[in-house]
């Protein structure tokens, strides 16, 4: 079984700060999801990184996948309320056919006060 | 734009009913997902299945959860009997070709309550 530590598990800041949210695991993933997934709904997709050593940017939010694909990080700048969420890292072992679903972290709950 | 539809959105039960979910994925994608999430935790996969056929059951609790998805299209989940341990949101994700090669969509989810 593949496990997913994320850290911190909790995280509160002030507007403005920046922040890094961090995924770690033993396992290597052929890809790695980041979700962010507010109260009563479902999980909806930022980002998938594929390549070790991979960075991706989606405005504020800045993603790498680490060299040997086991860990990412989730940095944001600038943190705004509307970043408030749980966010949540998800690995793939997956080569794209047969039983490829993702394992979940526990997720880092942000909140981000005014 | 495209939604996974899930039913109900909330459901209150007592221990030992049954109860069932319902899950329509977004047109044309061929893998659907069931998921369970206690508060405060991630997903955790149930069922994968691609078209009709389930392709991973082995986090399934079999002797009380079943799923099907008899034309490749919508998906039901039950639960038969609930036990408080159940209390949880299940939620429905379908993919295109797979979360290797494209994006899971979620539904909003089913939040069960077993008292």
């Known amino acids: 079984t593949q496990l997913l530590e994320q850290s911190p598990q909790f995280l509160s800041i002030q507007e403005g700060e920046n922040l890094t949210v961090y995924c770690n695991s033993s396992?290597?993933?052929?890809?790695l999801q980041w979700y962010r997934q507010e109260p009563g709904e479902g999980p909806v997709l930022l980002v998938t990184?594929?390549?070790?050593?991979e960075v991706k940017k989606l405005k504020r939010l800045t993603f790498q996948f680490g060299d040997a694909r086991k860990d990412s990080s989730l940095h944001i700048t600038a943190a705004q309320p509307g970043d408030t969420g749980l966010y949540l890292c998800?690995?793939?072992?997956?080569?794209?056919?047969?039983?490829?679903?993702?394992?979940f972290g526990k997720g880092t709950h942000l909140i981000i006060q005014p | 734009e495209a939604e996974v539809a899930q039913s109900p959105r909330y459901k209150i039960t007592e221990k030992s009913q049954a109860v069932a979910f319902w899950c329509d994925p977004i047109?044309?994608?061929?893998?659907l997902y069931w998921y369970r999430q206690i508060l405060g935790q991630g997903p955790e996969l149930l069922v994968q299945?691609?078209?009709?056929?389930?392709?991973?059951d082995s986090q399934l609790p079999k002797d009380r959860f079943s799923a099907e998805r008899l034309k490749g299209v919508d998906s039901t989940l039950k639960i038969q009997p609930a036990e408080l341990g159940d209390s949880a949101m299940y939620l429905c994700?379908?993919?295109?070709?797979?979360?290797?090669?494209?994006?899971?969509?979620f539904g909003e989810g089913s939040r069960l309550t077993v008292l």
């Open positions: 396992s290597v993933f052929s890809s």
């Open positions: 990184v594929v390549t070790g050593g």
């Open positions: 299945f691609q078209d009709e056929s389930v392709v991973d």
């Open positions: 994700a379908s993919s295109f070709q797979g979360i290797v090669t494209g994006e899971l969509f």
């Open positions: 998800a690995g793939a072992v997956g080569s794209g056919g047969g039983a490829d679903g993702l394992t």
């Open positions: 047109s044309g994608h061929a893998t």
